[in-house]
């Protein structure tokens, strides 16, 4: 089979929610299990924007935990992170910590959909977004002048704050802020100038951190992934930026913008169902993504075990 029907024959094969043993908290996209001294993170395949789950797309969680575990490993030059062992493609465990409830979202160009995004408050006349003035005159997907950071609360519906709110909020101390505020300005630096090599533009990512019980600040979560990032393909985009079209993307906007064409996804309660090939072309992207970054091929074999078996075989074998 080539890829796409690979893709196509595990629509129904999704890791839409696993149930193993101890306490269990399930997140928009990761079911968390924590420890004593350790978390144990499976990324599954649900999607999620617009503050909800919207689809399930195959080979996700793999793409997420992997391409998370390839930008861990070469940015602990700017901050360490809480990896402690990938047992499975789809797992990662991490140092328990004690997470900021801050989201340190950095732009580096004028786009996105969603309520929070830079593009819609820019359209609907805000000058001045979590504390950054914005000139006059900007398009959508224009370059920024400069990269800036945009943080949100981390909560069930992410609010935008600015730096001094988050400390009036109470939700950090300047210290911790201006530790956090650094690496996630450098980390977006660095992802640009890798992006850049492999034939990508890192346009907005979102990063989280949390202090372990020594006292360090660490990058949690994910770092890079098309779930909390935003690529586009760099060797189309001046051109399609010059006739006012859109930025080749290679995450999941095209799917927002599908529900948003189809409905009102921040307050229909029932959503309509993504069709199979729209579901086929995002896993692909995801997958590509994947490949461009790593250089690596994207593993889809073993495709007769389903994965919460094999993911409980992993974690066994730790024991």
């Known amino acids: 089979m080539n890829r796409r029907e690979i893709i196509q024959s595990q629509i129904n094969n999704c890791l839409i929610e696993t149930d193993l043993p101890g306490e269990k908290i399930q997140g928009k996209v990761r079911d968390i299990y924590?420890?004593?001294?350790?978390?144990?993170?499976?990324?599954?395949?649900?999607?999620?924007?617009?503050?909800?789950?919207?689809?399930?797309?195959?080979?996700?969680?793999?793409?997420?935990?992997?391409?998370?575990?390839?930008?861990?490993?070469?940015?602990?030059?700017?901050?360490?992170?809480?990896?402690?062992?990938?047992?499975?493609?789809a797992v990662t465990i991490g140092k328990k910590c004690?997470?900021?409830?801050?989201?340190?979202?950095?732009?580096?160009?004028?786009?996105?959909?969603?309520?929070?995004?830079?593009?819609?408050?820019?359209?609907?006349?805000?000058?001045?977004?979590?504390?950054?003035?914005?000139?006059?005159?900007?398009?959508?997907?224009?370059?920024?002048?400069?990269?800036i950071l945009t943080p949100t609360t981390k909560s069930e519906h992410d609010e935008p704050v600015s730096l001094e709110e988050i400390v009036s909020m109470g939700l950090m101390n300047e210290e911790d802020l201006a530790v956090c505020s650094k690496?996630?300005?450098?980390?977006?630096?660095?992802?640009?100038?890798?992006?850049?090599?492999?034939?990508?533009?890192?346009?907005?990512?979102?990063?989280?951190?949390?202090?372990?019980?020594?006292?360090?600040?660490?990058?949690?979560?994910?770092?890079?992934?098309?779930?909390?990032?935003?690529?586009?393909?760099?060797?189309?985009?001046?051109e399609r930026f010059a006739q006012g079209e859109n930025p080749e993307n290679i995450d999941k906007e095209f799917i927002r913008l599908w529900f948003r064409d189809h409905c009102d996804p921040y307050k229909d309660e029932v959503l309509p169902k993504a069709p199979d090939d729209l579901i086929v072309e995002l896993s692909s992207r995801y997958i590509k993504l994947y490949e461009m970054i790593t250089g690596e091929t994207f593993p889809t074999d073993d495709m007769e075990t389903p994965a919460v078996e094999r993911i409980q075989k992993n974690l066994q074998s730790l024991v």
């Open 34 to 89: 924590p420890k004593e001294d350790a978390i144990t993170f499976i990324s599954t395949d649900r999607l999620s924007a617009f503050d909800r789950v919207l689809a399930a797309i195959p080979f996700k969680g793999q793409v997420l935990n992997l391409t998370s575990k390839w930008w861990f490993d070469r940015t602990t030059h700017i901050i360490p992170n809480h990896v402690l062992e990938i047992p499975d493609p």
């Open 98 to 147: 004690d997470v900021f409830m801050v989201e340190f979202v950095v732009r580096g160009y004028m786009t996105g959909s969603t309520s929070t995004s830079l593009w819609t408050h820019y359209k609907n006349g805000s000058r001045n977004y979590c504390g950054n003035e914005l000139a006059e005159g900007m398009v959508k997907s224009q370059k920024l002048p400069e990269n």
């Open 183 to 238: 690496a996630a300005l450098d980390l977006f630096v660095y992802g640009q100038q890798v992006a850049a090599e492999h034939g990508l533009i890192l346009v907005d990512t979102k990063y989280e951190f949390g202090r372990d019980q020594n006292g360090v600040i660490r990058l949690i979560d994910e770092i890079h992934t098309p779930d909390s990032s935003r690529y586009w393909l760099a060797n189309s985009y001046e």
